[in-house]
């Protein structure tokens, strides 16, 4: 059964153009992983800056920590994280409907 991703990633509002060029070029990468079914990036203003999101969905917890463990993902992930305000939050969901 596919699970999905939500990741929150609040960026300092001086490194939004950076942290969203960064996202947009990683995402295809993300997407032809092995195991990821779909991908989403989302953008919320704030007056402290900026926070993104990514929905993906994989198709095991197994094939998302994969591309957790992979060197795509260590590679990107050590860009991304000094450009935060404070640490990003993930949640792994299970489908329970869809109305």
């Given at each position: 059964?596919p699970?999905?991703?939500?990741?929150?990633?609040?960026?300092?509002?001086?490194?939004?153009?950076?942290?969203?060029?960064?996202?947009?070029?990683?995402?295809?990468?993300?997407r032809?992983?092995?195991?990821?079914?779909?991908?989403?990036?989302?953008?919320?203003?704030?007056?402290e800056?900026?926070?993104?999101?990514?929905?993906?969905?994989?198709?095991?917890?197994?094939?998302?920590?994969?591309?957790?463990n992979?060197?795509?993902?260590?590679?990107f992930?050590?860009k991304?994280?000094?450009?935060?305000?404070?640490a990003?939050?993930?949640?792994?969901?299970?489908e329970?409907?869809?109305?």
């Open positions: 059964m699970i999905w991703r939500w990741v929150q990633m609040p960026i300092q509002a001086e490194h939004a153009a950076q942290a969203e060029a960064a996202l947009l070029t990683q995402a295809p990468h993300t032809a992983f092995p195991g990821c079914l779909a991908l989403r990036l989302y953008r919320e203003e704030s007056p800056g900026p926070t993104f999101y990514s929905l993906s969905a994989w198709e095991s917890p197994e094939a998302l920590e994969k591309y957790r992979s060197a795509l993902f260590r590679a992930w050590a991304l994280k000094p450009l935060f305000r404070e990003a939050q993930a949640h792994t969901l299970a329970i409907g869809c109305f």
